[in-house]
Nanobody
Framework: QVHLVESGGGIVQAGGSLRLSCAAS????????MGWYRQAAGKQRELVAT??????????NYADSVKGRFTISRDNAKNTVNLQMSSLKPEDTAVYYC???????????????WGRGTQVTVSS
């Protein structure tokens, strides 16, 4: 099995900062991309940021709404992705989900795995 453990969610005032972390463990043999998505109440899940885990390249992707405020980083050795969130706004309030595109064996299919989600609430 592949397990994703998320941490760092909480309640913060507007303008504050939070740092989310997600660690993949279990039977994951390799990771292609790791990232964060979020879903606000009454809205669809949307991409926040992703980062590749390739040996020879590191590519990040951010939603326009978080560019300049959020920073995604990785730790390949620990199969961990972090999201540093600063200048938080009430509209950032959502459940944040960790996502891993990986596989459980070298011959296996690349598959998307999802965390259970962690609540981020930004008060006005």
């Amino acid at each position: 099995q592949v397990h994703l453990v998320e941490s760092g969610g909480g309640i913060v005032q507007a303008g504050g900062s939070l740092r989310l972390s997600c660690a993949a463990s279990g039977s994951v043999s390799s990771i292609n991309v790791m990232g964060w998505y979020r879903q606000a109440a009454g809205k669809q899940r949307e991409l926040v940021a992703t980062i590749t885990f390739g040996t020879y390249s590191e590519t990040t992707n951010y939603a326009d709404s978080v560019k300049g405020r959020f920073t995604i980083s990785r730790d390949n050795a620990k199969n961990t992705v972090n999201l540093q969130m600063s200048s938080l706004k009430p509209e950032d309030t959502a459940v944040y989900y960790c996502n891993v595109n990986g596989r459980q064996s070298s011959w296996g299919r690349w598959y998307d795995y999802w965390g259970r989600g962690t609540q981020v609430t930004v008060s006005s």
